[in-house]
């Protein structure tokens, strides 16, 4: 499930609207409903955090604690489905950041 889908299904288990999730959360309604649509699909962090306080829940169950409970293929999967969804700039400095963590990792070997 994507995380706009998710987002939609705690509110409305939650029985909130969108004005009552945004009011709680401090992230507009209009974003919020781009979410749900699937207009938008990687929002920050920040935000991700910020809606997980406004359903009152941990940031785990918003994002899903498949990636702790599972194996590494799994987490692998899981991995991939999300890089389909960033954009190609999202992509390009996921590479670079990754290309920095491997850089780090040769200095701590040194």
Known sequence: MNIGKKIKQLRKEKGLTLQELA????VSPGYISMLERGYKRSPTLDVLRKLAKGLDIRLPEL???EMISVSEDEKVKVLLRAADELS???L?????LLN???????????
């Open 23 to 26: 009011q709680r959360s401090g």
């Open 63 to 65: 994002i899903g604690e």
């Open 88 to 90: 190609k700039l999202d």
């Open 92 to 96: 390009e400095s996921l590479e670079s």
């Open 100 to 110: 920095a963590i491997r850089e780090l990792k040769k200095k701590d070997k040194e």
